[in-house]
């Protein structure tokens, strides 16, 4: 089997070509998605890395027996089209990552999809709900460990009780409220985004992100970043990958692993329900995703489908 990972980056983490070869012969990979992040004002700056389309391209003509270039211009450039039409000539498959603090529902989105069908490219995106971020106004030990506890630290759960604590006894109220930002979110619109869907049948849509999956379940909870725990009833994106054809997704990031991994027994009925609209993918977080993917014996067919085929079948 060769499998094909549809999420990676070139020049995030130390992930030079090098290394990502060398990951991708330990597991057995063929090929890799080489996928941009570029966004011209983005709201949080000190979480913003950007991925641009250089290195992909150098990375792809180097080896292009293993690496596929994708590239997502910011969709508020001045003229995307003219960019996407540029690089489309210099031989990228797709448009991925678009990972833009913009909403479905923006006329910029509109426009920019219109050209993504028009060249017939797939698209990956990154979907993320609006959130305060808590940016540290100082340095040494204590400010950096707030800054921890009230964002990312323990998948949420600090933040969640800090702030609950705050709002009760106004402990530390005042000095969260004035060092947070408003962090408005990424393409997390699910209601525009199924009409966007339905607009543009030509293009097959990639889904991933935290909003993405936590959505597996129907149930949430504002405590957490990812989901955790078992559920029942599956959620809005079961719904989507089951009505519409031109609709994916991928499994890679913290985000797909974890939507996996809480509830063994769902997800084995979500991987033999959508085994053809799913994409393995790592977003090189060298997570066991093959290892879990594997253990949940979805069988050979539709193991091929979503290490290879499905893949393949989008970039047609
Ligand atoms: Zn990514």
């Given at each position: 089997m060769k499998i094909i990972d549809s999420h990676m980056h070139v020049g995030l983490a130390g992930f030079d070509p090098q290394v990502i070869l060398r990951q991708m012969d330990r597991e057995g990979v063929e090929m890799s998605w080489l996928l941009t992040w570029e966004e011209i004002d983005p709201p949080l700056k000190e979480l913003y890395t950007g991925l641009p389309p250089g290195p992909v391209l150098e990375a792809c003509s180097q080896y292009p027996d293993r690496f596929i270039p994708f590239y997502a211009p910011d969709p508020s450039n001045?003229?995307?089209?003219?960019?996407?039409?540029?690089?489309?000539?210099?031989?990228?498959?797709?448009?991925?990552?678009?990972?833009?603090?913009?909403?479905?529902?923006?006329?910029?989105?509109?426009?920019?999809?219109?050209?993504?069908?028009?060249?017939?490219?797939?698209?990956?995106?990154?979907?993320?709900?609006?959130?305060?971020?808590?940016i540290r106004p100082g340095e040494g030990f204590f400010q950096w460990l707030l800054e921890?506890?009230?964002?990312?630290?323990?998948?949420?759960?600090?933040?969640?009780?800090?702030?609950?604590?705050?709002?009760?006894?106004?402990?530390?109220?005042?000095?969260?409220?004035?060092?947070?930002?408003?962090?408005?979110?990424?393409?997390?619109?699910?209601?525009?985004?199924e009409k966007r869907v339905v607009q543009f049948p030509g293009i097959r849509f990639i889904a991933h992100g935290p909003d993405f999956w936590n959505q597996i379940s129907i149930s949430l909870h504002p405590?957490?970043?990812?989901?955790?725990?078992?559920?029942?009833?599956f959620g809005i994106i079961d719904r989507l990958l089951e009505s519409y054809p031109n609709f994916y997704c991928d499994i890679s990031g913290v985000s797909g692993f974890n939507a996996l991994h809480r509830d063994r027994r769902m997800?084995?009925?979500f991987l033999g329900k959508h085994a053809e609209k799913i994409l393995f993918g790592t977003d090189n977080t060298g997570l066991p995703l093959l290892e879990l993917?594997?253990?949940?014996?979805?069988?050979?067919?539709?193991?091929?489908?979503?290490?290879?085929?499905?893949?393949?079948?989008v970039l047609e």
């Open positions: 001045r003229d995307p089209g003219k960019i996407i039409q540029k690089y489309s000539e210099m031989g990228i498959r797709g448009c991925g990552e678009l990972k833009v603090s913009l909403r479905w529902e923006d006329p910029l989105i509109e426009k920019y999809l219109e050209v993504v069908q028009a060249h017939n490219f797939p698209l990956v995106f990154h979907m993320e709900q609006p959130r305060f971020q808590y921890r506890l009230l964002n990312d630290k323990f998948n949420g759960v600090s933040r969640y009780y800090l702030n609950r604590l705050a709002e009760t006894t106004g402990i530390l109220r005042k000095k969260i409220e004035k060092n947070r930002i408003c962090f408005p979110g990424i393409l997390f619109d699910f209601a525009f985004l405590r957490y970043i990812h989901q955790k725990g078992t559920y029942d009833t997800a084995r009925i993917l594997r253990s949940m014996k979805p069988g050979k067919e539709k193991m091929d489908l979503i290490l290879r085929e499905n893949a393949l079948r």
